[in-house]
Structures are given as C-alpha cells and as structure tokens.
C-alpha cells in the first residue's frame, strides 16, 4: 500500500488505521489533527478509519495562540 503523509510517500504492507498509523510514524497524538484525502477524521474514529491505497493524508500540529 502507497500513501503520501505530508507529501512525503511511505509504503506499508497492509491497509491500517489511523491510529495504526500514528503509532508506526511515532507520533504523539495529543495536539494532533489529521485529514485523509482534505478531509478532517475526527479524532474519535482514529481506530476505525482505515487509509487506502493512495490516500494522502496530512497531519497538523495544533497550535494555541491568539
């Protein structure tokens, strides 16, 4: 499986969630939003929503500030 994780191309074995996902690039969730293919997953589904095959997905940082 070929996904693109802030425009970097990674390849895994099998499909995996989310979560799964998360873990295996090592980071911290706390603070953490994620859209597959522009759109937000709500951070609640992170252990049932399963990236695709050529999903792009980004990550973001939340940041306080004002």
Request: net charge negative.
């Amino acid at each position: 499986m070929r996904i693109t994780v802030n425009d970097e191309v990674m390849n895994f074995d099998t499909p995996l969630t989310v979560s799964e996902l998360l873990a295996s690039l090592g980071r911290p969730v706390a603070g953490i939003a994620v859209a597959v293919n522009q759109t937000i997953v709500v951070r609640g589904t992170w252990s049932e929503h399963v990236v695709r095959d050529g999903d792009q997905i980004l990550l973001f940082q939340a940041i306080a500030g004002g």
